[in-house]
């Protein structure tokens, strides 16, 4: 495969479960995001990790969780989630480099809907 | 503080009208200026980009002019096409590195036969 990867693509869960979000890339990035796209607003970033450290934290609630064991892979764990996080969840990557621009490859994202 | 606004949508145009998306930025210093688009059913892909004032972006036909003056990035293509049917995002980044994108809330393009 090659990219950005996201599973599942789509998923519905009660407010009591808890789930995780896969994403996987393909392309050797060093940094790899979490974006929250909801009807009619902005995407909203919500975690960033360059070299598998977090360097970015969008005051995100704590029923999300981000995991990132290596560059290749980011997690996000969720767990007691309200209908108002219903959304498509983007994974991102890019590969950093200092005083360039590298265009954010996104995955499919994955399509959360939270009853 | 840094934001995008563009126009909200949606638009449907005829194949081969011209398109034109509005879009206007608010930031601190000297941001790069990006287009976004994403297909149905896909992620977002990078359309085209300037990184400094006067700069043109061109990509598949699509343009966009970085003008400081008017702290806009207008996209504009002459002549679209059924294909082009997307939605597309402006989006500015206030630094290199670890990026920090600031996008607008996404344009709905529609284009009929």
């Known amino acids: 495969e090659t990219g950005v990867t996201q599973t599942p693509r789509h998923l519905v869960m009660g407010m009591t479960n808890k789930k995780s979000l896969k994403c996987e890339q393909h392309l050797g990035h060093n940094a790899m995001y979490w974006y929250k796209q909801s009807a009619k607003k902005p995407l909203e970033l919500m975690f960033v990790?360059?070299?598998?450290?977090?360097?970015e934290n969008n005051s995100v609630p704590s029923r999300f969780s981000p995991e990132c064991p290596n560059s290749s892979h980011l997690f996000l764990h969720l767990h007691t989630l309200q209908p108002e996080d219903s959304a498509l969840y983007l994974c991102a990557s890019s590969q950093v480099m200092p005083g360039e621009y590298s265009p954010l490859h996104f995955g499919n994202g994955t399509r959360l809907t939270v009853t | 503080g840094n934001s995008v606004t563009q126009m909200e949508g949606p638009v449907t145009l005829s194949e081969e009208a011209f398109l034109t998306i509005n879009c206007t930025y608010t930031a601190t210093g000297y941001p790069s200026l990006f287009w976004y688009v994403q297909y149905p059913g896909e992620g977002l892909q990078l359309l085209l980009k300037?990184?400094?004032?006067?700069d043109k972006g061109s990509n598949k036909g699509f343009e966009a002019t970085y003008r400081k003056e008017t702290t806009s990035f207008h996209l504009e293509k002459g002549s679209v096409q059924v294909s082009d049917s997307a939605v597309y995002f402006c989006a500015l980044s206030r630094q290199t590195g670890a990026n920090n994108l600031f996008f607008g809330t996404g344009t709905r393009l529609t284009v009929i036969p």
């Open positions: 300037a990184t400094k004032a006067d």
């Open positions: 990790y360059n070299f598998k450290e977090q360097t």
